[in-house]
Structure formats: structure tokens, C-alpha cells
């Protein structure tokens, strides 16, 4: 039997690097995925509080957070699309505002 411990020693790695990357790349796919990567990281915490008490709150909270998750991605892709579109870049620093 796996501790607690460690999918919560985990799931900090897991949020580290996704928040590390969104404040490091430029790149908007990638700072997107960066964020699915928090995002699941705090799935991996509910569902690992979820098993240590032995309730299903977390696995209802796990869901909901997918299911925001699948909106982001849904949302986010089709505004980078829109962007590369009109722009041509998908660099961070070049896109200031979202008017032309």
C-alpha cells in the first residue's frame, strides 16, 4: 500500500513544474499544457485525500476539475487558433492585446 505521503509529494512535483513552465515559456501550447499539467496534479491531490479517507468528495471534485479542464482546452486551443491566424505567432510577448 502506497503512503498518502508520497501521490502528495507527487502531485507538488507534478504543480512545481506545470506553474515553473507557465512562468518560463513563451510559447502559448505550451502554456497551456503547463496548466493541464496543474490541473491534474490537483486531481492527483482530491483523488489521494479521496483514498486516505475513504469518501468519494474527491473523486466528485476530480471530476469537476476535468471537467473544467476540457473546457480550458476547448476555449484556449480556439483562441490560440484565432491568433496564429491573425497574427501568425504564438509567442507569449508578441501578442499584447487581443485587438488589431
Known amino acids: ?3 498518502t505521503s508520497n501521490y502528495l509529494l507527487l502531485a507538488a512535483a507534478l504543480f512545481c513544474m ?3 513552465g507557465v512562468l518560463v515559456r513563451r510559447n502559448a501550447l505550451v502554456v ?3 496548466v493541464e499539467l496543474m490541473l491534474n496534479a ?5 483523488l489521494a485525500f479521496a483514498r486516505h ?3 468519494m468528495t474527491g473523486h ?3 471530476f469537476f476539475v476535468i471537467a473544467v479542464a476540457a473546457a480550458e482546452a476547448a476555449i484556449g486551443l480556439a483562441i490560440v487558433i484565432a491568433v496564429f491566424r491573425s497574427r501568425g505567432t504564438l509567442n507569449v510577448d508578441d501578442i499584447r492585446t487581443m485587438r488589431h
Open 42 to 46: 490537483s486531481n492527483l491531490t482530491f
Open 53 to 55: 479517507r475513504g469518501d
Open 1 to 3: 500500500m502506497v503512503p
Open 32 to 34: 497551456f499544457m503547463c
Open 60 to 62: 466528485i471534485s476530480a
Open 18 to 20: 506545470g506553474m515553473l
